[in-house]
């Protein structure tokens, strides 16, 4: 039963979010044929059979039974429905195709610009309303790298300091991954860190995102945290070994300890008693404590990351917060647009980083139950930046090839026969449900993999 409500969650969920992408892209559309009188015969949010609607003036709008997108027909244009019985007449004044170029232009590209405007506000929104959080990069030093971890199989090494990422010195970092997306989706990607004292340069290999696949984490500032307990559980292993408050573990049968997820991962693999050395003020004590074997921890608790880094909470005015959302909408769109060119120049694995429905919707679900509404929208930003750059793709049956067609035109001064737009979009409308079968089709196969 919990397993059929999750699930049903996480549709739940994934089709409010499509919704939101999908009205405000065919918004987008709508508006700017109602700009220049054109007329629109359908807003439809989910492609046909239609299901349920009302009609309003000339236009009918209604929700269809294919919830993996929607479209606005107009009145004298080639789209999605394949309908061509207009040029059996003369073309009208509200038609599409009597229109100039350049209205048209406007009318195809509304659909991405409004995509685009929606990540802007969404997160101007949640900057205005939350603010962010900045780790001033002076304040990570030191970094723990485990063993298991992607870091380590890169050529990181515990010790290491951050000290650039492709040439660039960054001024903050922020929670989770320390690395931006805009950054890490380049097709060279080097790190400089201070080991040792001495400048070294990390150089991560070409499939670096094939590797992220696997382990989404690569650097986080929690690895900078030192094994210093801030608090203990009554009753508790610690509590009752009489490790207090303060306490600074340096070292765990006899090995030199530093950072507290190394403490974590020594705790977690001991097999009985463990005697640690207590940096306590000026003294240190020797304490032995046993691991809850059940849970394999002591319960203890790390310090407040915020105090520790000194994290800078930053409050956004109106106009600020829409200049930072544009920046992130910018940040995030070129690290999409680049990861996009990797995966068409076959640097990366098309099988391991194209997703479709079903690994958006699993997604979209994690970003939720991690981040509440405010992960949701985030999220549901970034969805609608990669919604706008795959539908500007110069692909028929897509808004990009919608506008190949009318770049043509205005520079030939000539229209492409409707013969020839029929069949590119025939055959653009095969490729997208081929490619829809495939990407379902290697969600649910990379889902029972695991």
């Given at each position: ?73 107009i009145s004298g244009m080639v789209d999605e429905s394949m309908d ?269 980083n194209l997703g479709g429905p079903v690994a958006i919707a699993a ?33 028929p049956v897509l808004d990009g090839g919608h506008l190949v067609f ?45």
């Amino acid at each position: 039963m919990d397993s059929i409500l999750s699930l049903l969650q996480t549709v739940g969920i994934f089709i409010g979010a499509l919704f939101i992408l999908v009205l405000v892209h065919e918004l987008g559309h709508f508006l700017a044929a109602k700009l220049f009188k054109m007329r629109v015969e359908r807003f439809s949010i989910g492609f046909p059979p239609r299901v349920v609607g009302f009609q309003k003036g000339d236009t009918d709008y209604c929700i269809s039974a294919t919830p993996l997108g929607g479209y606005v027909k107009i009145s004298g244009m080639v789209d999605e429905s394949m309908d061509d019985s207009f040029t059996e007449s003369e073309p009208q004044p509200w038609e599409f195709r009597s229109k100039p170029v350049w209205q048209r232009i406007i009318v195809i590209s509304a659909g991405v610009i409004f995509n685009i405007i929606l990540a802007v506000v969404i997160y101007a929104t949640m900057y205005f309303s939350y603010g962010a959080q900045h780790i001033p990069a002076d304040k990570v030093g030191a970094l723990y790298i485990p063993e298991t971890s992607l870091a380590y199989d890169l050529g990181f090494q515990t010790g290491d300091e951050l000290v650039s990422v492709n040439q660039t010195r960054p001024e903050s970092y922020r929670f989770g991954n320390m690395i931006s997306i805009n950054e890490i989706t380049k097709s060279d990607v080097t790190f400089e860190v201070l080991r040792d004292g001495q400048p070294t340069t990390i150089q991560a290999p070409g499939n670096l995102l094939d590797l992220l696949n696997e382990n989404p984490e690569l650097l986080s500032v929690e690895y900078a945290l030192p094994s210093q307990i801030s608090a203990t559980s009554a009753s508790s292993p610690a509590a009752e070994a009489g490790l207090q408050p303060g306490d600074q573990i340096i070292s765990m049968d006899g090995q030199p300890v530093n950072y507290w997820m190394q403490m974590a991962e020594l705790i977690r693999a001991a097999e009985g008693e463990i005697q640690l050395e207590v940096q306590r003020g000026d003294s240190v004590l020797t304490l032995e404590v046993t691991p809850n074997p059940d849970t394999r921890t002591i319960g203890v608790a790390p310090v407040d990351p915020i105090e520790y880094f000194g994290v800078e909470y930053v409050r956004y005015g109106l106009f600020s917060s829409i200049g930072q959302g544009m920046v992130t909408t910018v940040d995030n769109t070129v690290g999409i647009v680049q990861g996009l060119g990797r995966l068409v120049s076959g640097s990366i694995s098309v099988r391991e980083n194209l997703g479709g429905p079903v690994a958006i919707a699993a997604v979209t679900r994690e970003a939720t139950d991690r981040g509440g509404w405010v992960g949701f929208w985030m999220f549901t930003a970034m969805l609608s930046i990669t919604l706008a750059i795959m539908n500007i793709l110069p692909i028929p049956v897509l808004d990009g090839g919608h506008l190949v067609f009318l770049i043509y035109e205005g520079i030939t001064r000539r229209e492409p026969s409707v013969k020839v737009r029929m069949a590119l979009q025939q055959v653009g409308m095969i490729l997208i449900i081929g490619l829809m079968i495939f990407v379902t089709f290697n969600d649910i196969m990379r889902f029972i993999g695991g």
